[in-house]
């Protein structure tokens, strides 16, 4: 059985930084693209970011580059992102997601549609 657990979440200041995790069990994880999303309330579910099987060729999102980074330990079967320079836009809540079929998905890894296991989500709430 496919889990994805997030965790890390929390409350901010502007310009703050967090470190969210999300720990992957039930697969093997160090075949699937993985990514970060976020959803807002009343705004559309969007990618963050997303990373291959092997923890090269990272994407972002054009809101995030070069604030938040993303990274995998596949011993450990967990995922990362490092968010730096907190804005209070960024606020939502962030999913983690494997991706349905093993492969290199290149840019489309940041589409939803492309993503079958979902965490629960994790809060991020970033005061201004």
């Known amino acids: 059985q496919v889990q994805l657990v997030e965790s890390g979440g929390g409350s901010v200041q502007a310009g703050g930084s967090l470190r969210l995790s999300c720990a992957a069990s039930?697969?093997?994880?160090?075949?699937?693209?993985m990514g970060w999303f976020r959803q807002a309330p009343g705004k559309e579910r969007e990618g963050v970011a997303c990373i291959a099987p092997d923890g090269d060729r990272p994407f972002f999102m054009d809101s995030v580059k070069g604030r938040f980074t993303i990274s995998r330990d596949n011993a450990k079967n967990t995922l990362y992102l490092r968010m730096n320079s907190l804005k209070p836009e960024d606020a939502a809540t962030y999913y983690c997601?494997?991706?349905?079929?093993?492969?290199?998905?290149?840019?489309?890894?940041?589409?939803?549609?492309?993503?079958?296991?979902w965490g629960q989500g994790t809060q991020v709430t970033v005061s201004s």
């Open positions: 997601a494997t991706a349905a079929t093993q492969g290199y998905y290149g840019v489309s890894c940041l589409r939803s549609y492309n993503y079958n296991y």
């Open positions: 039930g697969y093997t994880y160090s075949r699937y693209t």
